[in-house]
């Protein structure tokens, strides 16, 4: 099985796997961007995302709910909003979530179990491994009527931080 940073995308190697061919993908991180995602290295997660072309969030974990702490200009244009819009909002407002307007909000609807976003970030968080092109769906609110974005995502635990890059974001037309 093919090894591949899921930041910059360095090959990591090849790995045996029993499980998987040689042809599979798995993500970890390289120790050149987990150095530079470590703020004792000398630059913090707010100055590093901030040099990635693609769009990324710095998300945080708190009583179930996801909270982005930071987020790139790429992340910002993505979802259309100013950065004091993001920073410090529940990921699900953040990505314009039709559930996340229920009275329950973000993280606490019966929807938000099957949420991909949700899934991969707690996976992530609980259990520190990696989450590498991930499918995910969303309807988003629009004042006419909700619309699916299809999305793939990757997630990495940095300390107490679930790093989250959008690989692709797009409109799949009416809910």
């Known amino acids: 099985m093919k090894r591949v940073c ?7 190697g090849s790995v045996e796997s029993e499980n998987h061919s040689a042809d599979t993908v798995s993500h970890g991180i390289c120790s050149d961007c987990s150095s530079m995602l470590r703020p ?16 990324v969030l710095a998300t945080e974990v708190y009583n179930g709910r996801i ?40 993280g606490r609807t019966m929807h938000c179990s099957g949420c991909a976003i ?15 092109m991930v499918p995910a769906t969303l ?16 997630t990495v635990k940095i300390g107490d931080l679930v790093v989250l890059r959008v690989d692709r974001m797009g409109p799949e037309g009416p809910a």
């Not at 004792?40 to 769009?55: A, E, H, K, N, W």
């Not at 930071?70 to 004091?84: D, I, M, S, W």
């Not at 609110?141 to 990757?154: N, R, Y």
């Open 6 to 12: 899921a930041w910059c995308r360095k090959d990591l």
């Open 40 to 55: 004792q290295f000398g630059m913090s997660i707010d100055r590093y995302i901030d040099t990635l072309p693609v769009p």
């Open 67 to 106: 909270i982005v702490k930071a987020a790139n200009e790429p992340a910002c244009k993505a979802v259309g909003k100013e950065l004091r819009e993001v920073v410090q909002h529940l990921a699900g407002n953040v990505f314009e979530c039709d559930h996340a307007r229920l009275p329950e909000g973000c």
């Open 118 to 132: 949700r899934r991969s970030v707690m996976t992530t968080f609980e259990t520190g491994e990696p989450q590498g």
């Open 139 to 154: 309807s988003r609110f629009a004042p006419d009527a909700p619309t699916v974005v299809a999305m793939t995502i990757t």
